[in-house]
């Protein structure tokens, strides 16, 4: 996604992209804008009095001056300034108001955006890099949306009031003024393109540091530095990048600042040439007649010019460097959500689902998918089927991850997924509750295609134990209630008391008010594992998906895991990616995974029987490393033969 060209057309959509943002806010950006008009119209109001204060009321001839004349007039400039003041303060709170409610909104589409996308965008983008656009590129559009518009407005009516009084005034001298504004106006978007350039590298480098920063100092981060002694390189990795930035900023900072001098300049000079242009006329004796009145107003306006230009020339600079930003964020928002409800997606009511489990001629690979998420009719009603000669999805030219993955499994069984490292278990078990979709062939619950199911439902179905079970830096009681926010003290206790790890709770410094830390680092590998389980229990789903941890736990703790197990098992149709001899040898069924393909099917008994990969796989396992594996039930294994009957 970095470092994308500049695409024409998206660029022409952007402007109007960004315009829609403020459409809610319409009535408050008139009112703005009234206010600008108002105030900036105020502004041409007293250079005007000069001239008749000078002309009319000072120096008049006979008559002059006019005392009278000069206090009305005198008392109406002193009037203007204060009521443009007081408008103008109304006027800034209601902009900023405008620019903060934008931001907001655009920070919670994204987030609510980012929320929806599938696990393989998550898998594919640095979480660096995720959190980068929301902080950074969101926050440098904020002086943008809250200001931007605003000065662009309240200038351009500064700039054109006084244009026209200038005219009004002198029409030769406004166009001896205004000769070289195309200069100008070319040099500014030169100026603001080097800009935008600069910027867009730049945000790429906040995000390489946001990146940096959270793989490195996470705590898994920070505890594989230590462990590989890697410290020293990092914080040179952080240096580099980090100096980048800094010398980015800088040049950032100061792209078009000779340009901007040169202006500054020629405005401060411009109203002695135009004394010297009224000598030279006046001395010639051609063209109007000029007062003294009407040059003091007209070099007063040309100096009230000067601000307004120069903010306008630095405004134009940055809203295109904020271009740069805008398009990093609808970047992100036309990511389309690749998994999302069909639209006749049916809610399947979590108390009458049995909990079927079907797949049908299951294909996958991780690659982009194809299908559009509208496209969902079970398999054989002309979705893509796979090529016939198998091994190799025809679209991408990648191999099958799952090939031909065929079966079912009824209500309240316990599946075991047993196969080598990287046979695709993991993979099965993500496309039950739809973490990626099934490249060609069908996943179904009770029936129903998963994704014909609203996920939402989904979701409520199943429950899932990872191997590393993910804690929030929160209490035990915040993680559990994660499962069920309703869920009372009791029913906390219970789910606890289930997983065998109530007691526990009741040790740690607050009980359940304990913060676990980031990650769940401050338990103990079997401990997150069991408020895992208390997580799933009180969320009681229909469907268990269970990834058994791979690193061993100690003798005890891996003996409370099983134990803690087995109620939330009950009644539940349970897919287990299994490790432990416990969970194998009490699964109805035990499916053989190789290379993406169901390879042996059957019970522990049939599978040891005939020899083939399980036989091997169990031996390797359990047969070699473990002389005596003794599971909870008193089941007494030895040398691989199991040498008491199943309890
Ligand atoms: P293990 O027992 O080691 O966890 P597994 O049987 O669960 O292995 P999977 O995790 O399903 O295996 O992986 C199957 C294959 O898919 C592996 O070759 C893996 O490299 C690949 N794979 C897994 N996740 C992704 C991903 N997000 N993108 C691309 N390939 C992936």
């Given at each position: 996604m970095n470092g994308q060209p500049v695409r024409p057309e998206a660029e022409a959509r952007l402007l109007p992209r960004i315009a829609e943002l403020f459409r809610p806010y319409r009535v408050q950006v008139l009112l703005v804008a009234l206010a600008i008009l108002v105030t900036s119209g105020l502004g041409v109001v007293n250079p005007l009095l000069i001239r008749t204060v000078f002309d009319?009321?000072?120096?008049?001839?006979?008559?002059?001056?006019?005392l009278d004349l000069l206090a009305r007039l005198v008392a109406l400039m002193a009037a203007v300034p204060i009521v443009g003041g007081a408008i103008g303060v109304g006027q800034t709170y209601l902009a900023n108001r405008v620019g903060q409610r934008v931001m907001q909104d655009l920070r919670d589409r994204l987030y609510a955006h980012l929320q929806r996308m599938s696990l393989r965008f998550f898998t594919a983008t640095r979480t660096g890099e995720i959190q980068s656009r929301l902080a950074n590129d969101v926050g440098g559009v904020q002086s943008v949306v809250t200001d931007t518009a605003a000065t662009v407005l309240a200038n351009v009516v500064i700039v054109a009031s006084t244009l026209i009084a200038m005219f009004v005034i002198s029409w030769p001298l406004t166009v001896l003024s205004l000769l070289l504004t195309p200069l100008f106006a070319w040099l500014t978007y030169r100026v603001g393109k080097t800009r935008r350039q600069v910027v867009e590298v730049t945000q790429q480098s906040k995000a390489e540091m946001s990146a940096i920063t959270q793989e490195t100092l996470s705590v898994s981060g920070v505890l594989l530095a230590k462990v590989f002694g890697r410290q020293q390189d990092e914080i040179e990795r952080f240096r580099r990048e980090n100096r980048r930035l800094a010398e980015l900023q800088v040049r950032q900072q100061m792209i078009g600042q000779g340009f901007f001098a040169v202006v500054q300049a020629f405005f401060s000079i411009m109203p002695a040439l135009v004394y010297l242009v009224a000598g030279y006329l006046l001395a010639s004796g051609r063209g109007p007649a000029i007062s003294a009145g009407t040059l003091v107003a007209f070099t007063t306006l040309q100096t009230r010019l000067f601000f307004p230009v120069g903010q306008l020339l630095r405004v134009s600079v940055e809203v295109q460097s904020s271009l740069a930003l805008f398009r990093r964020i609808f970047d992100y928002l036309d990511l389309?959500?690749?998994i999302v409800d069909a639209p006749d997606a049916v809610a399947l009511p979590a108390e009458s689902v049995r909990g079927r489990i079907r797949f049908r001629h299951v294909y996958f690979t991780?690659?982009?998918?194809?299908?559009?998420?509208?496209?969902?009719?079970?398999?054989?009603?002309?979705r893509r089927s796979p090529e016939?000669?198998?091994?190799?999805?025809?679209?991408?030219g990648r191999p099958w991850i799952?090939?031909?993955v065929d079966f079912e499994i009824e209500p309240g069984q316990l599946v075991a997924l047993v196969g080598?490292?990287?046979?695709g278990k993991t993979t099965i078990s993500y496309l039950i509750p739809r973490l990626y979709d099934v490249t060609a062939g069908a996943v179904e619950i009770d029936g129903v295609d998963v994704r014909n199911i609203q996920l939402a439902s989904l979701t409520r179905l199943i429950g899932m134990v990872t191997q590393e079970p993910y804690l929030f830096h929160a209490s035990v009681r915040d993680n559990l209630l994660?499962?069920?926010?309703?869920?009372t003290q009791e029913e906390i206790e219970q789910a606890a008391r289930l997983a065998l790890i109530h007691d526990r709770i009741l040790e740690l410094?607050?009980?359940?008010?304990?913060v676990v830390g980031e990650r769940g680092y401050r338990m103990s590998g079997g401990e997150k594992q069991r408020l895992a389980i208390a997580r799933v229990i009180l969320k009681d789903p229909r469907i268990l998906i269970l990834d058994e941890a791979t690193s061993s736990l100690d003798t005890a703790s891996e003996r409370l895991v099983q134990r803690a197990l087995q109620p939330v098992m009950a009644g539940r149709t349970t897919i287990a990616i299994a490790h432990r001899l416990s969970t194998i040898l009490n699964a109805d069924v035990i499916f053989v995974i190789d290379r993406g393909r169901i390879v042996e099917r059957g019970t522990h008994r049939e599978l040891l029987e005939r020899g083939g990969l399980y036989a091997q796989l169990y031996r390797q396992q359990f047969g070699e490393g473990l002389i005596e594996a003794r599971c909870q039930d008193g089941l007494v294994l030895a040398s691989g033969q199991v040498i008491a009957g199943e309890a």
């Open positions: 009319e009321a000072l120096f008049c001839g006979a008559g002059c001056p006019d389309t959500p690749e991780y690659g982009e998918t194809r299908l559009p998420p509208s496209l969902v009719a079970p398999v054989g009603d002309g016939p000669d198998g091994h190799h999805d025809e679209a991408t799952l090939e031909d080598p490292s990287g046979a994660y499962a069920r926010p309703d869920a410094d607050q009980g359940y008010d304990t």
